[in-house]
Structure formats: C-alpha cells, structure tokens
C-alpha cells in the first residue's frame, strides 16, 4: 500500500521576511463574517502598508490546523499580537515587518486558523461560509458553497474529529 505524502503548504507576509508552514490537509476551509474577524480585518488593515485579505464581500478566509501541523519557520521574532480587548481570547497575529495578517490563535483552542490569502499555489477547495448572519456586503451571498448563519454542527464535528485523531496520534 503508499501512502500519499501529505502535502505541505507555505504562507508567507507580503515582504518574505515571515514564513510559516502548514502540514496536511486543514481540519477546515471556509470563510468567515463574525464581527470580531471583521473588526479585526478593519484594524489590520488600518495599518501602514497593510496589504488587504479578505474576500471581495468582506468575509474572512481561513484555513483552520491542527496546532501540530502549523508552525512559523522564519522570523518568528517579527510576530506581533492584535487583539480586539485585551481579555479576548482570540489574537491574531501580524507580520510586524510589513504588517500582513498572517493566522489567529484562539486561546483554549488546539487549532490555528491561517489567513488564505498569505498562502500561494494549490490551496484547499473553501468548503463552507460561516456566521453569514452578520456578513454586511449587498452583493448576493455567494453559493458556491453551503452558508451557515452561525456555527454549524458540522464544524464542531470536524473540530472534535481532529482533536480525537490529534490524541491518538494519527
Ligand atoms: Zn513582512
């Protein structure tokens, strides 16, 4: 039997000084609309020479990885930490040098969501959007894929299906 070598992807910040690395295929895909991605994006992007990275609608695209399978590779000292209040849970991490939105780090959680549009070449299919409920563009929802007002169940299915793979060593 082969196994196929699970593909490796790279993001990078807009200069190249920051890299980092995702390993295998993400627990999850999607886009997302909730207030603090969106509010987050506003203040990033308010940045000197920040380079935008959501989508055309204002949606946020993610990929979500276990936390073994992402790392920062190179100038890992040039992350900074963005967080909406300081007792959020949430931080979402910036290239310092360039001020490029790299991934966000929900605190209790085992996953690291990466900003799509950091990475290049052959990126995972988007497989869902999420809490559309508070998407804020006119333009029609898109879709290409299914939509959910909020957090479906089967995101929180994928959630608990890597963490049990992630525990038995898989
Ligand atoms: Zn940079």
Not at 83 to 111: H, I
Request: hydrophobic share 40%; with cysteine; aromatic share 8%.
């Amino acid at each position: 039997m082969t196994r196929t070598v699970a593909p490796t992807r790279t993001s990078s910040c807009a200069c190249g000084r920051v890299r980092c690395r995702a390993t295998g295929a993400p627990i999850i895909s999607l886009v997302c609309y909730c207030d603090d991605c969106q509010e987050a994006a506003r203040r990033i992007e308010a940045l000197p020479d920040a380079a935008g990275f959501r989508e055309a609608d204002g949606g946020t695209a993610l990929l979500t990885y276990r936390d073994d399978r992402f790392s920062c590779t190179a100038g890992e000292e040039l992350l900074a930490d963005c967080k909406l209040s300081e007792a959020a849970p949430t931080r979402r991490v910036v290239a310092s040098c360039c001020n490029s939105a790299m991934f966000l780090k929900y605190a209790p959680g085992f996953w690291v969501s990466a900003y799509r549009a950091r990475f290049e070449g052959d990126l995972p299919r988007l497989e869902m959007r999420i809490q559309t409920l508070h998407r804020q563009a006119d333009s029609p929802l898109p879709r290409d894929v299914p939509s959910h007002r909020g957090f479906p169940i089967k995101l929180y299915a994928r959630i608990i299906a890597a963490r049990a793979a992630m525990m038995l060593g898989r």
